[in-house]
């Protein structure tokens, strides 16, 4: 009995470990502005196939739900690893969740420098995923289990249709956690337009139209996490900050005017108005 029980358990310590693995990546790739690949993770172990959702898939899923808010988040520091705590709230039926989880401060033998990051993202995505009804992560899983395989167009034909109301309400979050962060950003000396310049060039937009809702949905676990904890925020206000100055570097000065300082005026007017339309914020 005892050796049945121990076989029993092989699979489910090697699903924690390569969704922690795959997690490691995403958050990796989220902090350092790469595009997120993977929303699901699926392999054989035990004769079995074991399927599911990435941290990204997740967060997906609880958008297209819709109503799922992470309220607070809290964290501790111990010589060896960081301890995070979240509680997410279903805003619909009222119900509400604790995710927790302990990050070690080492990867393998190096200091991991994503360490404390990590802890706070899989804690978030360990109270989240106990309120997303099954339903929604079995459309989420299968959607992606079907694309990541390259399977006919049954399956992608049938996106769009519902695809517009998943966009607007993932818009709606990335909007909401925006607006609420625009205070904290602008005692950081970062402004909308900033916040913008940065979206745009991670994602390769000219305008919020351009944006997939998976853009949509990382963008959204990138602003609540920064909400969240002010290290977040602080990282996020240096990436900014960094891009800006470096667009900044890139661009040709315009040659100066100084006669027509009026009109120079008027035209700045006219763009600074132009760059609020298309601003999503």
Known sequence: MAEEKKEEMVPVTAEYEV???????????????????????????????VEGLTLAGINEAAN????????????????????????????????SRYGAYEQP?????????????KAIHKA????????????VI??????????????????QEALPQQSSGNIATAQKAAFAIANNLAEPLEKKGV?????????????SVESRNDMTEMQWTQLSAELKAA???PKLLDELCERIKQLTAATQESDVPAPEEPENQETVSS????????????SPF
Do not use: C
């Open 19 to 49: 969704v922690d693995q795959v997690d490691d990546q995403a958050i990796i790739e989220l902090m350092t502005g790469q595009t997120i690949q993977d929303y699901v993770y699926s392999f054989k172990q035990g004769g079995r196939t």
């Open 64 to 95: 297209r739900r819709g109503g799922i808010q992470i309220e607070e988040v809290k964290y501790e520091e111990r010589e060896h690893s960081w301890i995070a705590t979240a509680k997410a709230v279903d805003t619909i039926t009222g119900s």
């Open 105 to 117: 401060k080492m990867a393998g033998s190096r200091p991991d420098p994503f360490a404390f990051t």
């Open 124 to 135: 978030q995505r360990n109270a989240i995923k106990q309120l997303i009804p099954v339903p």
């Open 138 to 155: 079995r459309e989420v899983l299968n959607f992606y289990l079907h694309r990541k395989a390259g399977s006919g167009t049954t399956t």
């Open 191 to 203: 402004s909308k337009a900033d916040l913008w310049n940065y979206i745009k060039r991670k994602y």
């Open 227 to 229: 909400e969240t904890a």
């Open 267 to 278: 035209s700045d007017g006219q763009a600074e108005t132009a760059q609020t339309q298309d």
